[in-house]
């Protein structure tokens, strides 16, 4: 069976302490994996889509990369208004839009 | 980047009434579109994938005759729960899928708080 896993589930960062979230999946034939960005009570924010190992996309102050096992957002020199969960996610093998979303890792930026 | 609406933001209904929740993709046509749910410290669980002119697809565990997936047009797709319980109360939310300039890409709507009293 498919599985995202997010790593840490909470990460606490004081204002331009950059630091890493980690997204490992177990998927046959990945053939892509979104990032998002969710504040609570809201729907989540599109950030980025990697289609294959090696690719890199950045955003601001994020940065997502991709390897054949996990994909990494870095966060450079993080603002409090960067404080959110973000939320990394899969297609399935059988459709491309039916999306397996990771339990994401929480990120709280104190100035 | 493209945006999705949702109608209305949050809705209180009694036990064993009807919600019908829109959907809507506003500057791109949308030939699928997917509703989620999440509760409260959980992640989004895929409820069901809406073709437009098209049955909906559920996920297994989720009753269609309960949740109603109309999907009428490439920009307008609803979800309807129907006798409602407290158990349903959550947070539901769309997505719409289309192709932009950096690929294959989802957007999500803002989501509907739904209490069910």
């Known amino acids: 069976e498919d599985q995202v896993t997010q790593s840490p589930e909470a990460l606490r960062l004081q204002e331009g302490e950059s630091s890493s979230l980690n997204c490992s999946y177990t998927?046959?034939?990945?053939?892509?994996l979104f990032w998002y960005r969710q504040d609570p009570g809201k729907g989540p924010e599109f950030l980025f889509t990697?289609?294959?190992a090696g690719e890199e996309k950045e955003k601001e102050r994020l940065k997502a990369t991709l390897t054949k096992k996990e994909s990494f957002l870095h966060i450079t020199a993080p603002k409090p208004e960067d404080s959110a969960t973000y939320l990394c996610?899969?297609?399935?093998?059988?459709?491309?839009?039916?999306?397996?979303f990771g339990a994401g890792t929480q990120v709280v930026v104190t100035p | 980047g493209a945006v999705v609406s949702q109608h209305p933001s949050r809705v209180i209904c009694k036990s064993g009434t009807s919600v019908k929740i829109e959907c809507r993709s506003l500057?791109?046509?949308?030939?699928?579109m997917f509703w989620y749910r999440q509760f409260p410290k959980q992640s989004l669980m895929l409820m069901a994938t809406s073709n437009e002119g098209s049955k909906a697809t559920y996920e297994q565990g989720v009753e269609k005759d309960k949740f109603l997936i109309n999907h009428a047009s490439l920009t307008l797709s609803t979800l309807t729960v129907t006798s409602a319980h407290p158990e349903d109360s959550s947070f539901y939310i769309c997505?719409?899928?289309?192709?932009?300039?950096?690929?294959?890409?989802?957007?999500f709507g803002p989501g509907t708080r739904l209490t069910v009293t």
């Open positions: 500057d791109f046509q949308a030939t699928t």
């Open positions: 997505s719409a899928r289309t192709l932009g300039l950096a690929g294959d890409e989802q957007y």
């Open positions: 998927v046959s034939g990945l053939r892509g």
């Open positions: 996610a899969v297609p399935s093998t059988d459709s491309w839009g039916k999306l397996q």
């Open positions: 990697l289609y294959s």
